[in-house]
């Protein structure tokens, strides 16, 4: 799986709150400048005259923006996958205040319809920096999005589609909100909806008066934060992880089903550095020719077809019903098997019944670790993995490197060194979403590619890593330091 973040570009408060004369309502206030965002309604604090009397209800939104024309860009690029490859998720991150906290409520995102601006308000208590009106002043208000014009409907708070339509449920109060907006995201893409980014509320009930109380006051941080890891953000999922199996090459078993048994092996074509593709196989698939010897006198499989992953990357599948301890395979174009592109000797492991579940322990080592990252750049972290109490008999030349464990069930976090403060934690795999931090293996051990952008400039941070063996989730001991560059 691949991260990427695209941080908030605009964002401001909206209110018709009573300023502290509790008389006038902040219907034309702004706070476009302001490092937090937030959502409250305030029940009953002054009443109408009856009979009966009607209780007050004053309510506060944000608006919020992103830059989907960098999404779309990255996808042209390649950098991020098409429509049904990548998921997205709105990340905003909670401010704590020394005010009171609602806690047991829902909030509503919702698209907004019309175009706004964000202003340069920056007094969310007293409400004294003016937005814009019909005639002068910058950002958007509880009636107007912008000078001059009004919202559609400016004793609402904003215009905003019906649907898609999203909720966040709170129970303390001070949770994050995070929730897959991937359907919202790809029609702003697609140019189906205009990108006005969403409008974040309490949900019906919660905000209009019906439950009788107030929720008082929820708030998060906008993008002006200080705070580089708590910026809003869309933050962009996709599976990039790839499961090569030419280290851990099993042959069909009688004790496992056949996918226990298949196995996956990838070619990768470069040119000059550069993945690229096969002139051959435009427009076709590779194929694997599976032979018993060296001279290809016995063809045992073919396996077919073979899968275009992306530029310069292909792979193929299957299962192998075989006793042999290595196999001489031929990479061959589909649609014309004498056009042979790669040839290569694969060893092959035979599955047993084994009534030992001890769990083995590991040594693990960043191979090509460096002290110092720019954040402009994208790393491959290197694992090499081998068995904790290995070392030659007195029959092994004094030389021999202990072999490379695969271990095909591994995660990673990264945290900040000086607080401990987890940044991106292990997601373990489950069946409903891919694993956004599970490694990438091959015949030399693990990996994942990483973009430091993620991480604050002029700190330290250290990754660690979580192993899956014989079942069981163990996090191994050793920790893997580094700097990001300013």
């Keep these: 799986m691949s991260i990427k973040k695209y941080i908030a570009d605009a964002d401001t408060t909206i209110t018709d709150a009573y300023k502290p004369n509790l008389i006038t309502r902040a219907t034309g206030s702004n706070m476009g400048l302001s490092d937090a965002v937030?959502?409250?309604?305030?029940?009953?604090?002054?009443?109408?005259?009856?009979?009966?009397?009607?209780?007050?209800?004053?309510?506060?939104?944000?608006?919020?923006?992103?830059?989907?024309?960098?999404?779309?860009?990255?996808?042209?690029?390649?950098?991020?996958?098409?429509?049904?490859?990548?998921?997205?998720?709105?990340?905003?991150?909670?401010?704590?205040?020394?005010?009171?906290?609602?806690?047991?409520?829902?909030?509503?995102?919702?698209?907004?319809?019309?175009?706004?601006?964000?202003?340069?308000?920056?007094?969310?208590?007293?409400?004294?920096?003016?937005?814009?009106?019909?005639?002068?002043?910058?950002?958007?208000?509880?009636?107007?999005?912008?000078?001059?014009?009004?919202?559609?409907a400016p004793d609402v708070g904003g215009s905003y589609h019906a649907a898609p339509a999203y909720t966040a449920t709170f129970v303390t109060g001070s949770e994050d909100l995070s929730v897959d907006i991937t359907a919202l995201v790809e029609e702003w893409i697609s140019g189906a909806k205009a990108n006005y980014g969403v409008g974040v509320m309490l949900s019906g009930s919660f905000e209009d008066g019906t439950n009788l109380r107030s929720y008082?006051?929820?708030?998060?941080?906008?993008?002006?934060?200080?705070?580089?890891?708590?910026?809003?953000?869309?933050?962009?999922?996709?599976?990039?992880?790839?499961?090569?199996?030419?280290?851990?090459?099993?042959?069909?078993?009688?004790v496992m089903d056949a996918t226990a048994n298949t196995n996956r092996i990838y070619l990768k074509t470069y040119v000059a550095g550069v993945l690229t593709d096969i002139l051959g196989l435009v427009g076709l698939v590779p194929a694997l020719k599976i032979y018993n010897d060296s001279t290809k006198t016995t063809l045992l499989d073919t396996w077919t077809p073979g899968i275009k992953a992306s530029t310069g990357v292909y792979y193929v599948s299957g299962v192998l019903d075989t006793d042999l301890s290595s196999i001489y395979v031929e990479w061959v174009n589909s649609a014309d098997e004498t056009m042979i592109w790669h040839t290569e000797t694969i060893e092959v492991h035979q599955r047993t019944i084994n009534s030992d579940n001890t769990v083995p322990q590991y040594v693990t080592t960043v191979s090509n670790l460096k002290p110092l990252y720019l954040n402009t750049e994208t790393t491959r972290f290197r694992l090499y993995t081998r068995l904790k109490d290995w070392s030659p008999t007195i029959y092994t030349v004094a030389s021999a490197e202990p072999e490379v464990q695969i271990i095909e069930e591994a995660y990673y976090k990264i945290f900040r060194v000086v607080d401990d403060l987890?940044?991106?934690?292990?997601?373990?795999?489950?069946?409903?979403?891919?694993?956004?931090?599970?490694?990438?293996?091959?015949?030399?051990?693990?990996?994942?590619?990483?973009?430091?952008?993620?991480?604050?400039?002029?700190?330290?941070?250290?990754?660690?890593?979580?192993?899956?063996?014989?079942?069981e989730y163990k996090e191994q001991p050793e920790i893997f330091k580094f700097r990001v560059a300013e």
Excluded at 46 to 55: E, I, Y
Excluded at 74 to 88: E, K, N
Excluded at 231 to 246: C, G, L, Q
């Design 38 to 152: 937030e959502v409250f309604s305030i029940y009953g604090q002054s009443f109408t005259a009856g009979p009966p009397p009607v209780a007050s209800v004053e309510k506060t939104r944000f608006l919020m923006k992103f830059p989907i024309a960098d999404i779309i860009a990255d996808r042209a690029a390649g950098i991020i996958p098409a429509a049904a490859g990548v998921s997205f998720v709105l990340n905003i991150y909670n401010a704590v205040t020394p005010q009171t906290l609602p806690k047991d409520f829902i909030l509503a995102i919702l698209a907004v319809d019309e175009e706004w601006t964000e202003g340069d308000g920056l007094d969310m208590e007293d409400y004294s920096d003016p937005g814009a009106d019909a005639t002068s002043g910058t950002g958007a208000t509880w009636a107007y999005r912008s000078r001059g014009n009004i919202w559609t």
């Design 422 to 471: 987890t940044l991106i934690d292990y997601s373990v795999y489950d069946t409903t979403e891919p694993s956004s931090t599970r490694l990438s293996y091959d015949v030399s051990g693990s990996y994942f590619d990483f973009d430091m952008s993620l991480l604050e400039p002029g700190y330290m941070f250290g990754m660690k890593f979580l192993y899956r063996i014989k079942g």
């Design 216 to 254: 008082y006051d929820k708030k998060f941080f906008a993008r002006g934060t200080e705070f580089f890891f708590k910026k809003p953000s869309i933050e962009a999922r996709w599976n990039a992880t790839e499961f090569d199996d030419r280290g851990n090459f099993y042959a069909t078993s009688p």
